[in-house]
């Protein structure tokens, strides 16, 4: 079992599975027989809270100043929310469960999209580029790139043309 002050227990919403959230750093997972599950390890401080989100994760907010949400059934590494100053103290979910709102000792409460994270290298990069994508002008192409008036011109066409394609996809 834990080995310091255990500060939050939740069920899972089907009741088959309990969370404990302690002060040594790490969050359980029980089944209701008493077997442990799984351990979460990560954090660099204790445990204020865990909850169960509706698709399975698992959420933990630590003193280290960091939620993380967990994939129970994967070898991933958890995502980790940073922006706190202070220790992250407790954290509600939505009922549908797309959103996170987690409180903090530097007296803010922060409210982040479930439903928008993911470690999936593929979304991650179309993301990405979704948002950092700068088509050069012309003169800027010819100047940096040396390319002729017709090829700026075709090149920066193309790259108005993937970048609008891109965003009418989000």
Known sequence: GHTKPVWTVAFDAEGLRVITASFDGTARVWSLDGTLQN?????ASGLWDAQFCSDGRV?????????????????EPPIVLSGHQSGVTGLALSPDGTRLVSGSA???????????LTSENEILYERLLSVTTYCLGID????????????????????QRQTLQRNEGR
């Open 59 to 75: 959420v933990t907010v630590s003193d280290d100043n960091t939620a993380r949400v967990w994939a129970l059934n994967s070898d």
């Open 39 to 43: 351990v979460l390890r990560g954090h």
């Open 140 to 159: 800027q192409r010819m100047r940096e790139l040396g390319e002729n008036l017709r090829e700026a011109e075709l090149a920066l066409a193309g790259c």
């Open 106 to 116: 530097d007296s803010t409460a922060k409210i982040w999209r479930l439903d928008l």
